[in-house]
């Protein structure tokens, strides 16, 4: 082993650490540095890259004999590794040959055979000759020969040392700098959050939390991306500082510009149609909003508009809207970033698969909302009963109706099942919404048919809840074999008090019945009972009843 005679150091340390050094670096960034092989091309034929000192030095294309070109390669690096030290700074020399009635040239380093380059190696697709492609390999590897000398030298490898040590130092501090604000950015977006979403909590859902997971995630990865950012920017500072790694520096500081001209150039490429999309949006947005005042103002009754009426002027509003949006969605499409790169429409084909193949259902509910719209079968705020529910419509939406029952239950119908069945509507033919109602008594013909009309609006009187105008009248909607079948009408000035409105009158109607004597019953009997069979007033509240 050599100690170097003014730093006391083993020469064979500086001879081996830099090969140690960007060996490691070569297989975290690249193939093995000692030959690199291409890939076949289109006629089977393979090419070699000589890869000297961490740089590329020249590609071997023509098989000469029965030596190939991955062989040339493998030789020639064989012949480059065992020069001496001392031969590096001699000059390389070109020197033609003949082999049979082939011409070539090969590089030589006092006298001794590098490697040559034959007809065959000149690429076909680019203008060279032998002379340009033997010039270029000298002028490369000449540089790579100052590499490695310039990499003996003891001050060049202290330097490269200090600077990778301080660089080091750094990008620790730096790092530590990242995390500091990590922390500090974290702390302030999730007293913003707080902030901002109290009102929502304050609704019973706590929105917070979510917001905190989805701050934390994003800082995590905006810290990790620039973590790595900074120890890309060291190994390449790193390699840079070393002679021999300088090429592999150079390589990566090439990908970085190369990335950032890239998104740079994709950035200004795509500022025309970002603006364009955002002016079709705009001129969309405008058009939507001067339809909708129009629209809500037919809706109040402020315009009057042909073939759209207040009842019909959501609907309208809505439909129009998805026109307006998916008219400006197909202009605007062309002009998005990116649409016309394979990815985009490979999505584009899938979300529409995906849209086409599960929203059958979703399309035939709303055009049956679209009919009901049409239809003016319904509203918010009539009472009305469909099938078995019968409640207040609180929402006519696209999809389904929700009504609220007299239990305070909210019921949710699709629209399709409106559609296919019978909805009466107890609101749409009076005014200020109000709901008719009626109920039936069956009384006997010994009964004075006037004195039932009386005492069945006598009893409606009774009853807080029943319009005094139009006042209640009553029907005889049949004479059976055994009694007359009488029906009362009233109306019920909110919908919702339907239920009580008649519970009450059915009370008050018993009431009045049994003050003024006359029997509720259908008398079906061979003979008439001995009195008639009433309840009197002394008894109305008979025990658990209270006044």
Not at 124 to 137: K, R
Not at 172 to 185: D, Y
Not at 360 to 373: D, E, F, I
Request: net charge neutral; hydrophobic share 45%.
């Amino acid at each position: 082993m050599l100690i170097h005679p003014s730093l006391g150091i083993p020469v064979r340390i500086f001879r081996s650490w830099p090969r140690i050094l960007g060996l490691l670096l070569m297989l975290l960034t690249c193939p093995p540095a000692w030959a690199q092989a291409d890939m076949p091309d289109s006629d089977g034929a393979r090419e070699e890259t000589l890869t000297f000192a961490n740089g590329p030095i020249f590609t071997f294309r023509e098989t000469i004999g029965t030596v190939t070109p991955r062989e040339r390669a493998e030789l020639s690096l064989a012949r480059l590794s065992d020069i001496d030290d001392a031969l590096l700074s001699h000059e390389i020399e070109l020197k033609g040959i003949t082999i049979g009635d082939r011409q070539g040239i090969v590089l030589t380093l006092d006298g001794r055979l590098l490697f040559g380059v034959a007809p065959g190696d000149v690429n076909p697709e680019a203008p060279e000759t032998i002379e340009t492609l033997a010039a270029d390999a000298k002028g490369k590897l000449t540089a790579a020969f100052a590499a490695r000398l310039e990499q003996r030298r003891p001050i060049v490898l202290m330097r490269a040392i200090a600077i990778s040590i301080g660089s080091a130092i750094a990008l620790l501090g730096l790092v530590w700098l990242v995390w500091q604000l990590r922390i500090r950015f974290n702390d302030w977006a999730n007293a913003l959050i707080a902030r901002s979403l109290q009102r929502a909590t304050k609704g019973g859902l706590d929105w917070r939390r979510y917001g905190y997971a989805f701050t934390a995630r994003v800082v995590q990865l905006m810290t990790t991306f620039t973590i790595l950012a900074l120890i890309y920017l060291w190994v390449t500072l790193v390699l840079t500082a070393f002679p021999v790694t300088q090429p592999l520096g150079a390589q990566l500081s090439h990908i970085l510009f190369a990335l950032m001209q890239k998104l740079g150039e994709s950035v200004v490429s795509a500022i025309p149609g970002v603006v364009t999309v955002a002016v079709i949006v705009l001129l969309a947005q405008a058009f939507n909003l001067s339809i909708s005042n129009v629209i809500e103002a037919a809706e109040q009754g402020n315009v009057r508009i042909p073939l759209i009426d207040p009842e019909t002027a959501g609907a309208t509003k809505k439909i129009l809207r998805i026109l307006i949006w998916g008219i400006a969605l197909a202009v605007a499409y062309p002009y998005i970033p990116g649409s016309d790169s394979l990815a985009f429409q490979g999505l584009s084909v899938l979300f529409g698969l995906m849209v086409s193949l599960g929203s059958t259902g979703v399309v035939s509910q709303m055009m049956s909302g679209t009919v009901l719209a049409y239809s003016r079968s319904l509203r918010p705020g009539d009472y009305v009963q469909i099938d078995a529910h019968e409640g207040t419509v609180s929402e006519v939406g696209a999809i389904s109706t929700k009504l609220i029952t007299p239990t305070n239950a909210e019921v949710t119908i699709p629209n399709s099942v409106l559609v296919e069945n019978t909805v009466i509507n107890f609101s749409q033919r009076l005014k200020g919404g109000a709901s008719l109602i009626s109920t039936k008594v069956t009384i006997g013909y010994d009964t004075p048919w006037r004195q039932v009309h009386a005492m069945l609006t006598m009893a409606a009187d009774k009853i807080p809840q029943i319009a005094k105008q139009p006042a209640p009248y009553v029907y005889q909607r049949a004479l059976t074999d055994f009694y007359v079948e009488y029906e009362l009408f009233a109306v019920v000035t909110r919908p919702v008090d339907r239920v009580p409105a008649l519970s009450g009158l059915h009370g008050a109607i018993q009431d009045v019945f049994n003050e003024y004597g006359v029997q509720i019953m259908s008398p079906q009997f061979y003979e008439p009972p001995p009195q008639p069979l009433i309840v009197p007033k002394e008894r109305w509240f008979t025990a658990p009843a209270k006044e």
